[in-house]
């Protein structure tokens, strides 16, 4: 009997999932019994489903119910159309398997918000004339009510006042490594990491004719005393660590003495502390990297003499 293959096709939309599955379908269906198909479809059950996933009136449906009717139809697609062609020994050929939930209902998930209904109307449709309306979700809402805990990327466009209103509850919020975007305006005394400009000739609201595009890392708290063993390098070593949003203040001290902390950079939970000074008479150069969680650094610390260099297992630990 003749063994079924089951080849998925995806991307998003407007990739060209389905010229490629017919071009693939024209190409093999002379060689093989080729079925032709396309998640969530496909079964009646499946069809069903999707009406109700892409009723309005459902807007508050919660991501989790949202993932488990997507697994629903899937179930029901795999039972009614894949297992029964497979077995025929047929070749499924499908639009969207796994990979669509995997990317839409566990990552690529958007919410945009505004307390003016009328932009909210105006995203609602240039989403859908995008093909993108799957992918985000536009709500009337106060962002100062709006819960961003789960949120891995903040991109907004608020005047510089809110912007700085929202500082607090975005560092109490979002968790660490979750990055913000805003653009034209900055974040007030909270330093960005990274920044662009653009040259857009149509802009006519802000500084018109041109755009900044700011990004920050939302930083974990380093703050505190660290303390770790370097063998041959000291013995016990101690960071103390101040923090100023993603900038750090550190002193590093060792038996006897303090050693140089030329550079401290700390995005989301990484920090990267470069040190110089003299052990038992001998300068030395430490690169000490690592991921920050909890009451724990752990990475690698390179450490130089100027001729030779050698990389080592890293751990700190924060005292209570
Ligand atoms: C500079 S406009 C940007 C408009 C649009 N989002 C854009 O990118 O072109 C700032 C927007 O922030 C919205 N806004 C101000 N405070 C808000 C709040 N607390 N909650 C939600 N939206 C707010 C205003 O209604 C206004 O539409």
New binding site residues.
């Given amino acids: 009997m003749p063994r079924g293959i089951f080849i998925t096709i995806e991307g998003p939309e407007g990739a060209g999932k389905t010229t490629q599955a017919r071009l693939l379908y024209e190409h093999l269906r002379p060689r093989y019994p080729v079925l032709h198909t396309r998640e969530p479809g496909g079964t009646t059950i499946g069809e069903q489903i999707r009406t109700l996933l892409l009723d309005e009136d459902f807007r508050e449906m919660a991501p989790q119910a949202e993932m488990l009717l997507f697994a629903a139809a899937r179930a029901q697609f795999v039972s009614e159309v894949v297992e029964p062609a497979l077995r025929e020994g047929r070749l499924v050929l499908s639009e969207r398997y796994v990979d669509a939930s995997v990317a839409y209902q566990g990552y690529a998930r958007g919410l945009g918000?505004?307390?003016?209904p009328r932009?909210v109307n105006l995203a609602r449709d240039n989403a859908k004339r995008a093909g993108v309306e799957s992918l985000a979700k536009f709500e009337v809402?106060?962002?100062?009510d709006?819960d961003l805990r789960e949120a891995s990327i903040v991109t907004m466009?608020?005047?510089p006042e809110?912007n700085r209103q929202l500082v607090p509850r975005l560092l109490q919020q979002l968790k660490p490594g979750a990055r913000i975007v805003s653009?034209d305006y900055d974040l007030g005394e909270w330093t960005h990491d990274e920044m662009v400009e653009v040259a857009v000739p149509e802009k006519m609201?802000?500084p018109m004719g041109r755009s900044k595009v700011f990004l920050w890392v939302v930083p974990v708290d380093a703050r505190g005393a660290w303390s770790f063993e370097l063998p041959g390098h000291g013995g016990p070593w101690q960071f103390r660590i101040g923090q100023s949003y993603q900038l750090l203040d550190v002193e590093a001290r060792v038996p006897g003495g303090v050693m140089a902390v030329r550079g401290a950079r700390l995005r989301g939970d990484e920090v990267r502390l470069a040190v110089t000074g003299t052990l038992a008479g001998k300068p030395w150069n430490q690169l000490f990297r690592g991921k920050l969680a909890g009451d724990r650094i752990a990475g690698q610390v390179r450490v130089s003499d100027g001729e030779n260099t050698a990389s080592y297992p890293w751990t700190a630990t924060r005292k209570p």
Avoid: K, S
């Fill in positions: 918000v505004d307390i003016d932009l809402r106060d962002l100062f709006t466009y608020l005047l809110v653009h609201v802000g």
